[in-house]
């Protein structure tokens, strides 16, 4: 039997790629470590709701997981913060950069050490696309606009941008946005929004999103990761970066793929927000950002280390 | 962790510990939220330890904050305020009307009211409440052979979750990542047949034996102009409350859950048009919705906690691996399937069931050459079945809940057995001739 | 009007308060049960709340446009506390449902012994429920410092309900965990002599 026998949940049900990615991630740290680790990963709820994640690996019932910090915004908004920056990133590989090699990894282990936890490494799920049954062609457009959004910065940002945000759980998603209680919602990637069905309503989706970049953290108990040998430190984080960049490269392709299908449908408008309106909707979301650093130290922090990254290479 | 070395006996033998002991205590009468709950327990103590123990009551936690659950108290409230109205009596004094010489004839149109509430919500409880405070009293009140009325209570108020929206098929869209608008499509023609299925068999017993359904006698016949009278009077508020509620949803002016609320408005506004209304009668609407949900939500929190303490202790991953193990034929894979799902929809509720077992089957399903669409119907029927198939069937303890008090467990589940046979049967069906389900598509 | 006097009237619609028949399926039996009885009274009205507000949010939604931020939260920590509180208002009601087989065949005195047994097997559930209660609302309500810091929603309302929710449930398992104890205590303290209907269902 395997030296470490670990149990990681996700944010995902089984069937979604991010799972498939995942699990080929614990399956390269069976083989890079000669069978020494041995991962389980499970789908989201499978042990504890999503939201309690932290508190479970915290605790020691889950080893560690592979999730949406922005889950744990109500514990710190730092987690919000850091999980969603909404409006800052064009490309999830800009968000990696930052995180691997521009700090913000270890300002996300100075806010979840104290917790029990240390991240191993940082991931991200791809820029999501917006699914709307009215087309979004400029900012302006959001104006009335009845859109779904969930927990973290997402609200006060479209609220600020002039929609008209509706904090609904995911589950009533489809439904609502089918029979038109909502115009459009913060959801998923493009993919899995065709795959679902859901452009047959919502026929304007906005893709590339222009909104909401989630960070796939995975975090492992930190007594665990202290007690560990340095080879097997080593393996963790290397295959965690392996799967980052996987991640990206997959799902983008899939997303490639669902576009050119939805293209093909004479019925399904897909709006690719111009420059100057992105723009346009990052100045307003940073308003937002300045809001939330005043909120403690390390939003602040995070806030400063941001926007210095973005500022330096150009994009701000 | 150290646990109590529990672990030591394998996933296997663990499996079967866990439901010899869910049997075991069942037998002693201790309640049903608290048998799964001390079994998980129980499990999580001796298999992973104190340190643990912190994940039952996250598992709580999750499960009286979910959203879609929020609906059942809703229903519930409607249910307990036409209750203490006259206006179910009214409605069903004019379905007694409208069956008039047919034997059986309020069962068949309560099976019709089910479809309709099967259209107006996407979970089971609230429906089985509803029909349970207003049909079953009043069928037992027509003379109704005891069984029929409960079968029919049950079968009928399962149907929420088989005609759009439906909560099951929207997790089966995600899990399976296909198209929830396909599922939905797909599961109308089997969620008919079994509604009919259910109209043919309470026919055919009452045809045979009227007195199961006793038709309205000559003496209380009445001239036809009063009839109409009698007909309008009843279905009048009935048809305004369904119509608010279904107007809500189609209409795009309220989500599936919120439509629930608009309901209860509907009724309170019919209580206060007809006069009925009074503050005690509110008072006592709400004590007795609480007092439901108190009852039929626990045996969900119990079944929820074994669920995470399975799943945990590597149940799934013991569940893959025996059918994996089978090697055999492509339908005698989904038959295995099915039998697997059955016996979970002994224990578990339907979302555990979806999270322990689709996750394993889908892929397999999809690498056999078959459509995960009509796996998903398949998967829908399947957990009819697990609504009434005892020993843990909701639909059987919100019913208990609700009925009269001379009617035990016992009597809800042997009613509940010729049900039960038609939902196996349409299942087959749907397994032998997937056309049937999915023409709708092509 | 209707032709209602000629029904029989066999089955009535259920009433709320527990019907004096049988001791054994109804009514409270310790004094505790009694003050959950009436403590209920009160805490049914949420759903009453939780229906209105959403209501509301339907209405600000639809009609004007402008949706809240607070409706769909507050209804589902309304609801939560509803469920969780309706443990133990089931529990002093006794309208936890349970296979009574055994029961129904077993006499006066096997009924007690069984009575003891659920006692017994209530009183560890219960315990183990309040262990792990607490550890989750003290997780809660505590930062990684161990200083008090309640847990939020991380909404954009974000109201602390998290946090009180876990509390809820603390007190709902705590308070389960003494009416199992008082019911214990009962059983024990009521060695059957009487008729057997008094005896049945604890
Ligand atoms: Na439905
Ligand atoms: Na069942």
Known sequence: AAEYSWTFQTSETNGEPQFEIKKEWAQNVKTMSGGRIEIEILPVNAVVPANQTLDAVAAGILQGHLTDPSYFSGKDPAFGMIGNLVGAWGDPLEFLEYMKYNGGDEIYNELVEPYGLHLIGSAATGLESLPSSKPIRSVDDLKGLKLRAPEGMVYDIFSKAGATPVNLPGSEVYTSLEKGVIDAADYTVFATNQAQGLHSFAKYPAYPGFHSLPMVSVSINKQIWDGLPDDLKKILEVSVDSMAYEMVAKLKQRDIKAVAEARKDPNIEIIDLPAEERAKFRNIARQEWEVWAKKNAITQKYYDSVTAYLKENGMM | ?442 | MTNEPSLPDAVEPLKDEPNSGDPSEDGPITGLDRLIGLASRAIAWLVFIATAISVYEVFMRYALNSPTSWVHETTVFLISVIFALGGPIALARNKHIRVRILYDLAGPRMRWVLDIVNGVLTLVFTFGMTYAAWLMFFTASHNPLGEWQLERSGTSWNPPFPAITKGVILLAVAIMLVQALMHLFHTLTHWPRQTPAQQGGR
């Open chain 2, 1 to 442: 962790m150290g646990g109590l070395g529990l672990n030591a006996m394998g996933i296997e033998y663990g499996t079967y510990l866990l439901i010899g002991g869910i049997f075991g205590l069942l037998l002693t009468g201790l309640p049903l939220a608290f048998v799964t709950g001390l079994v998980a327990l129980i499990f999580t103590f001796g298999w992973f330890g104190p340190n643990a123990l912190p994940l039952i009551t996250s598992r709580v936690y999750g499960f009286i904050t979910e959203y879609s659950l929020v609906a059942v108290p809703m229903f519930v409230f409607m249910a307990s305020l036409l209750d203490r109205s006259g206006i179910a009596k009214d409605l069903f004094n004019s379905m007694r009307i409208l069956a008039g010489r047919l034997p059986g004839g309020v069962a068949v149109q309560t099976l019709v009211v089910a479809f309709l509430l099967a259209a107006m919500s996407g979970i089971i409880g609230g429906e089985i409440v509803l029909l349970g405070l207003l049909a079953l009293p009043q069928m037992l009140r027509l003379g109704y052979d005891r069984s029929i009325a409960i079968g029919v209570v049950c079968a009928g108020g399962s149907l929420g979750t088989m005609i759009p929206p439906s909560i099951v098929l929207i997790i089966y869209g995600l899990i399976a990542s296909v198209s929830i608008a396909d599922t939905f499509a797909a599961a109308v023609t089997p969620g008919t047949i079994l509604m009919l299925s259910y109209v043919a068999y309470v026919l055919f017993r009452c045809l045979r034996n009227p007195e199961l359904g006793p038709p309205l006698p000559e003496r209380d016949r009445l001239p036809a102009k009063e009839r109409l009278v009698v007909i309008a009077t009843g279905l009048f508020w009935p048809v305004i409350i369904i119509g608010i509620v279904l107007g809500t949803i189609y209409g795009g002016i309220a989500s599936v859950t919120e439509a629930a609320a608009m309901g209860v408005v509907g009724v309170l506004l019919a209580i206060v048009v007809r006069g009925e209304f009074s503050p005690k009668l509110l008072q006592q609407s709400v004590q007795h919705t609480i007092d439901t949900c108190g009852m039929i939500i626990w045996i969900g929190v119990g079944a929820a906690i074994l669920v995470g303490v399975y799943n945990l202790m590597g149940g799934n991953r013991f569940v893959s691996a025996t059918i994996l193990g089978l090697d055999a034929a492509p339908w005698v894979i989904i038959v295995v399937m099915m039998v697997i799902l059955g016996v979970l929809g002994l224990f578990l509720d339907w979302i555990g069931i979806a999270m322990l077992a689709l996750p394993i089957f889908v892929p397999i399903i999809v690498q056999l050459g078959y459509d995960p669409v009509w796996f998903g119907v398949l998967f829908a029927i399947n957990m009819q079945v697990s609504f009434l198939s005892p020993p843990f069937g909701p639909a059987a303890f919100y019913l208990k809940g609700v009925a009269p008090k001379e009617i035990s467990l016992q009597n809800i589940f042997m009613a509940l057995i010729p049900f039960i046979c038609i939902q196996v049967a349409v299942l087959a069906l749907i397994i032998a001739f997937p056309e049937v389900s999915m023409w709708i598509l092509r």
